[in-house]
């Protein structure tokens, strides 16, 4: 096995929030680590001891590591920054945490790994390993090989590795994740599994080895599992409003007591991983349409909303509307491909005067009093936990107009209703903290 003439231990290639954490929790266990993102906004950010988005206990983090408004020159922090992805070959690991969108027409865009392999090509050297933390389409890993073997004829697994280390914490849960989920291997060849696990011993996460394509297909089947299992529960939330049933007790008679499986809650089903990571299996789907339809029943949920609240009220040109919650899931700062924002274009759509409160995202908005005063119609967006404490439901009680609709698909005030007007939720939330407020 060779080692290559290195002076880091490990770089990440994307700074984002998937790798800065990485990039973090590699060199609080004592790497040295150089971290590379081009947007020197960013870099910017991180250089003057600031995260540029909320993960739990990564600040502290970066003030550890850092040296909290240090310079990469400072030779005291574990942590180094460049703009350059050829500067990774300074480390003897380098790890792609690239952004992988799919395109619309359903195919994954590898145009940030590709951009970086190109910008590697040429500096690396024997003994280098590369290792896919991206989610990635089926062979990915195996194209990455391939493109390096075409080009600068390595052996790999013999003379350069390359793996597919699939991420799979959740928001918010970086630090403590990484410790415990699995750390899924995938090597080509014969050293990578080897080389790349011995990276990945830094944490505390028991390690399995695979295939590349097993790594693959288990990381987005992880989440094809998830957004299937949301789906589910939107698309009864449908099925009952046809019905005019109760998709909440229908869940409770489905759930209650009952040993084989188990329904989830409805809600809004987005965020930049679930939104589009079935469209690398369903890019070559064997049953093409499928995943497509999954995605469609989540992508509805607004819409099904909206069209809700107009049967209700008929006409929302000129009426108030408040969207509670801009984040894509609850308590996470993270905006995007949320389905808020679907759901405020479509409000606008219907000429509404749309308000809107978060209280975790970077963007501006009212506080919560502001943005109820005198509304309509009320939207549980997101399920923050602020928004589930019943003085949230008393603020909407005392302030919005009179007979305010109030639509919460996530039954945040346990009162079990998707769509119900504020005085009917405060009966039965039935907390005698609500009433006075
Ligand atoms: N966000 C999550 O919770 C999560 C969870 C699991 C897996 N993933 C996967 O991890 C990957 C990264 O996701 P993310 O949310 O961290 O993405 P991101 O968009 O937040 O981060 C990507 C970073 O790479 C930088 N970048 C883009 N092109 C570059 C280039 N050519 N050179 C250097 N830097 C460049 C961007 O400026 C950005 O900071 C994706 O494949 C995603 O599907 C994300």
Redesign the pocket.
Known sequence: MTTPQTTVDVSV????????PLALSFADRGLKVVG????PV?LATVREGRM??AETGTQELLDRVHGGGSSHENSGSLLELS?R?ADAAQARHIVI?????SFSHIEIDMR?IR??LD?LLGVLAPGHSLIL????APGTTEFVAGYLAKHRGFQIGEDVYVAHA??????GRFLQEIDTLPCIVGGVGAGSGEVVAELFGAFRAPIVQTTPVQAELA?IWT?ILRYTNFALPNLLMMDCERYSANVFEVIDLINRDYPRGGIAQPGFTA???LR??FAFSEERSAAPGMLLAVSRVNESVPLFLVEGIRRRLGTLANRKVAVLGLAFKADTD?E?DSLAHKLIRLLERELSDVTVHDPHVATPTPSLEEAIDGTEVVVVATDHAAFREPRTLATIAARASADCLVVDPWNCWGAAQVFAYASELVALAGDPGLSGA
């Open positions: 290639v994307g700074l984002g929030r998937v790798g800065l590379i993102d081009n947007d960013r540029p988005f703009e992805v945490t690239l952004g992988t969108p940030h951009s970086a910008d933390r991206s989610t990635v699939p991420e799979r914490i959740a928001a990381k989440n965020g930049t991983c589009k990571d993270d995007r």
